[in-house]
T-cell receptor, first 115, second 113 residues
Framework: NAGVTQTPKFRILKIGQSMTLQCAQD?????MYWYRQDPGMGLKLIYY???????DKGEVPNGYNVSRSTTEDFPLRLELAAPSQTSVYFC??????????????FGAGSRLTVL | GENVEQHPSTLSVQEGDSAVIKCTYS??????FPWYKQELGKGPQLIID?????GEKKDQRIAVTLNKTAKHFSLHITETQPEDSAVYFC????????????FGKGTKLSVIP
């Protein structure tokens, strides 16, 4: 199993450009998440999804959009890139319900720089 | 909402010594406390977790303790090795049914050979 796969690993954007960070998992997890990690600031939740067709905002959703058309995929879209969105983005997933609901499996991350 | 404070932000220890990282949380309803290890260039990986119905949990060289009255929990690594060098994150959650973990800001542990 590949686990959680994120693409691209690195990307440089100009201010105002748009892009989509891709995330796919092959573990049949219903729950998926997008976090951003800034130096010295830990992980902040951007959006999460509890299943196909269901998404909800996390702590820092402004400037981002998500969709969840399948169980496997959870893309994150940046519509008008701003320097404040320079960060490392992590996608994660977890199993459905019970004691394992919060055990996150993370991808390797996507480093985004906005210039 | 929940707030998690983590200390220290950096920690250097000699190989073979012990390392302790401490976290406090604000929401007394939180009942799930995981620890994640992030190696350079990789995503965080769960190393141990504890739920509010236990006070301590061990897994080989790592252990986590929880004091619900004081609202703090700690990660203990004994006999540290160079491969323990990484960034460690604590987190708190309301447990099953709550999908949002609140993370601390992380501790960069360096184990000096």
């Amino acid at each position: 199993n590949a686990g959680v796969t994120q693409t691209p690993k690195f990307r440089i954007l100009k201010i105002g450009q748009s892009m989509t960070l891709q995330c796919a998992q092959d573990m049949n997890h219903n729950y998926m998440y997008w976090y951003r990690q800034d130096p010295g600031m830990g992980l902040k939740l951007i959006y999460y999804s509890v299943g196909a067709g269901i998404t909800d905002k996390g702590e820092v959703p402004n400037g981002y959009n998500v969709s969840r058309s399948t169980t496997e995929d959870f893309p994150l879209r940046l519509e008008l890139a701003a320097p404040s969105q320079t960060s490392v983005y992590f996608c994660a997933s977890s199993i459905t319900g019970g004691a394992g609901a919060n055990v996150l499996t993370f991808g390797a991350g996507s480093r985004l720089t906005v210039l | 909402g929940e707030n998690v404070e983590q200390h220290p932000s950096t920690l250097s220890v000699q190989e073979g010594d012990s390392a302790v990282i401490k976290c406090t949380y604000s929401d007394s309803a939180s009942n799930y406390f995981p620890w994640y290890k992030q190696e350079l260039g990789k995503g965080p990986q769960l190393i141990i977790d504890i739920r509010s119905n236990v006070g301590e949990k061990k897994d080989q060289r790592i252990a986590v303790t929880l004091n619900k009255t004081a609202k703090h929990f700690s990660l203990h690594i004994t006999e540290t090795q160079p491969e323990d060098s990484a960034v460690y994150f604590c987190a708190a959650s309301l447990g099953a049914g709550s999908y949002q973990l609140t993370f601390g800001k992380g501790t960069k542990l360096s184990v000096i050979p």
